[in-house]
């Protein structure tokens, strides 16, 4: 059986699998729609949690991220599992115990103020939307090799099956869809990783493999892909190049940003108690570090790959032929995301650093051909296929479902048309979604960066705007509405305006006036600084409420409430 036959074989059957689950899970309430009705168990929750988190960006774009970056993207993994442990700890227990659908809803009645939580839509959706960017470029991506089709058209299907299931199901449909996702991405993700592992090194384990000897050379995997690089003139895999306050500045980033985000925080409204949102984290936390600890190997061993692919006699050698080059590379050719161009007439392939270089290899095709370059069967790397679209949409029908219930609840039920019915409030939230996917999609033909440096600025954008609003909230009873809206709107203007000087106003396409290789602020690139937004979002909420009054004494004994189990009594000395 043909390749491309066995791709539509596998991503056919997931497909049916997920939108049959939707069928069967559809939401016929608004608390069906927007927190699955709050039954989930914690184990499910915590595997649905892990796909909405593990997105095209973990995927597909991480691996081929570290792959090309080497020490320094080791931000991605400590930032995003660190975030999870903040959320965990921080958020999850007091936000679910406080009963609401949605962030939104939290801060506009903790800081009792209806332009509080329009403010809090307008950050939720403005990070949502670069999120769902990110995704529907790694949609796109993965479409595009496996139907053999252009990276536009590909994004075009994908968007249209992600419109499919995700307004049909709601919360709860999307819940049970996301656990099949979870198990069809892990699978896929781990299984052509061992393959991989054990032809390197011997170790059917790639996180243990990424640190054992490489069985071609006897020496450690690591030493011999320093080698490599070295030889054909590449920066150091093992050292740091970027500055130590950008590195810190991007995973503080990353970790808030994580604990910040609304579509995995709604995840833990859809539990039955505060008991089980802590314990949904945790297995979220377990489900997460399956892949999380694999990444790193993955990257490693595709680097490798690529280059014997390359230079098949050794980096001293002639390299490979352009007329004798593999499938996997004619295939990705047709994608538009890997590209040579023979500068010296020789015929073939120099792969280098520098000016002499004829390769160009986009960073998110790598965990996606790297079944491909390892010449592993056809089923694995159909398998693959599946699994990169299913954590694509699987995150990306999270970020809809939470634009959706902030459009729909928060703005149009709460503020503008309090009277709505539970039938009409659904239909604008499906409306809302549709809308969202559009803008998505348009976007996405243009991303500002690759998969994982899209969502990376998502991230930026939720630790400077909502992660203080949510921290200060549960744990300050001093902060009022002024401060929260003031802090909130600085946060999110700030980090926004320095996207923009960086990627381009409204992410167009040669509007920017800066680079992340050369920076407006010291070295702190774009996507590290919703930290710096954090801060100023902290301390300008702080001013204003201490130059305002102070809440309400209701507000005050509310945040009691959330943060001290009810009924417990005092310590007493014994």
């Not at 596998?10 to 497909?15: E, K, L, Q, S």
């Not at 161009?341 to 965990?367: M, P, S």
Request: net charge negative; proline share 4%; charged share 10%.
């Amino acid at each position: 059986m043909d390749q491309f036959t066995l791709n539509l074989l596998f991503v056919g059957a997931t497909f049916a699998l997920y939108i049959g689950i939707a069928i069967w899970a559809r939401a016929g309430s608004t608390a069906e729609f927007y927190a699955a009705g709050r039954g989930v168990h914690p184990v499910l929750n915590g595997m649905a949690t892990g796909a909405d988190w593990m997105s095209a960006a973990s995927f597909i774009s991480m691996a081929g991220i570290i792959s090309f970056g080497g020490y320094d993207t080791s931000a991605y993994l400590m930032g995003w599992t660190g975030g999870y442990v903040l959320l965990a700890m921080l958020l999850a227990p007091y936000l679910r115990k406080f009963g609401k659908f949605t962030v939104p809803e939290f801060i506009g009645d903790r800081f009792y103020s209806p332009t509080a939580r329009i403010v809090a839509v307008i950050c939720l959706i403005t990070a949502s939307v670069t999120y769902v960017i990110g995704q529907m470029t790694g949609v796109g991506v993965a479409f595009s090799r496996f139907l053999e089709v252009s990276n536009s058209t590909g994004l075009f299907i994908g968007a249209a099956i992600v419109f499919m299931y995700s307004v049909l199901g709601g919360m709860k449909g999307i819940t049970y869809t996301q656990v099949a996702q979870y198990v069809v991405l892990i699978i896929a993700y781990t299984i052509p990783a061992i393959f991989i592992s054990l032809h390197l090194t011997g170790n059917p384990i790639p996180a243990l493999g990424l640190f054992s000897d490489a069985t071609a050379t006897g020496q450690p995997l690591l030493e011999t892909l320093e080698g490599l690089l070295a030889d054909l003139g590449f920066k150091s895999y093992t050292e740091q190049h970027d500055t130590t306050l950008n590195l810190f500045l991007f995973t503080v980033s990353l970790m808030i940003g994580t604990a910040g985000l609304p579509h995995v925080i709604v995840r833990f409204f859809t539990v039955p108690t505060v008991a089980d949102a802590r314990s949904s984290a945790g297995w979220a936390l377990v489900f997460i570090a399956l892949l999380y600890l694999t990444a790193p190997a993955v990257g490693a061993m595709a680097r490798v790959n690529l280059i014997n692919t390359v230079y098949p006699d050794g980096v001293a050698s002639t390299p490979v032929a352009y007329d004798e080059r593999p499938d996997w590379m004619v295939n990705w050719e047709k994608t538009g995301l890997l590209k040579f161009d023979d500068k010296n007439g020789d015929g073939n392939i120099q792969y280098v650093n520098g000016d002499a270089n004829e390769l160009v290899v986009n960073r998110d095709i790598i965990t996606l051909a790297n079944p491909e370059i390892a010449d592993l069967p056809g089923w694995v790397i159909a398998l693959v296929a599946a699994g990169g679209l299913a954590a694509a949409l699987s995150t990306a029908a999270g970020l809809l479902m939470a634009i959706s219930s902030a459009v729909a609840h928060d703005l149009i039920k709460a503020q503008i048309n309090p009277g709505i019915s539970e039938k009409n409030e659904l239909l604008a939230a499906r409306i809302s979604m549709g809308v969202a996917i559009a803008v998505a999609t348009y976007l996405g033909l243009n991303p500002p960066g690759f998969a994982a440096q899209t969502v990376a600025l998502a991230f930026g954008l939720a630790a400077s705007s909502i992660f203080p609003a949510l921290m200060m909230g549960i744990f300050s009873k001093r902060i009022n509405n002024k401060g929260a809206v003031a802090g909130m709107l600085a946060g999110l203007i700030v980090t926004l305006v320095y996207i923009f000087l960086h990627k381009g106003w409204f992410f167009v396409p040669g509007t920017n006036s800066f680079t992340d290789a050369e920076p407006l602020l010291l070295s702190i690139k774009s996507t590290s600084f919703g930290a710096i937004g954090a801060m100023i979002n902290f301390i300008v909420a702080f001013a204003v409420s201490r130059a305002t009054d102070e809440p309400p004494v209701e507000i005050q004994e509310l945040v009691e409430s959330i943060r001290i189990p009810r009924g417990a009594g005092g310590a007493v000395d014994h």
